[in-house]
């Protein structure tokens, strides 16, 4: 059985920082791109971050270059994604992902992706 959990959210000021993981299981970690998508209420979910099988590719969103970094550890079956100078508009529930097929590469689009984890909150304060 797949599994993804999502760790690492909280209550923030902006400008703090948050790392978020994502323990997998149930799958052949190492074989999959992994993305990072996040929702906030009243919107579509949206993509964040995505890395390839190596973690030598890396794809944001634009709202995100340079503030947020994502990596994975094959060895601990986990995807992390920190998350740097921190702002309102970031809050929103993350959601960690599996690309749909192994050796895929990292794509920016929720079609590309299944069996989704059951998010953690982020929540940035002013």
């Known amino acids: 059985q797949v599994q993804l959990v999502e760790s690492g959210g909280g209550l923030v000021q902006a400008g703090d920082s948050l790392r978020l993981s994502c323990a997998a299981s149930?799958?052949?970690?190492?074989?999959?791109?992994m993305g990072w998508f996040r929702q906030a209420p009243g919107k579509e979910r949206d993509f964040v971050a995505a890395?390839?099988?190596?973690?030598?590719?890396?794809t944001y969103t634009d709202s995100v270059k340079g503030r947020f970094t994502v990596t994975r550890d094959n060895a601990k079956n986990t995807l992390y994604l920190q998350m740097n100078s921190l702002k309102p508009e970031d809050t929103a529930v993350y959601y960690c992902?599996?690309?749909?097929?192994?050796?895929?590469?990292?794509?920016?689009?929720?079609?590309?992706?299944?069996?989704w984890g059951q998010g953690t909150q982020v929540t940035v304060s002013s």
């Open positions: 992902a599996f690309s749909r097929y192994p050796g895929q590469r990292p794509g920016r689009s929720a079609s590309e992706y299944n069996d």
């Open positions: 890395i390839s099988t190596s973690g030598t590719d890396t």
């Open positions: 149930g799958r052949a970690f190492s074989w999959y791109s």
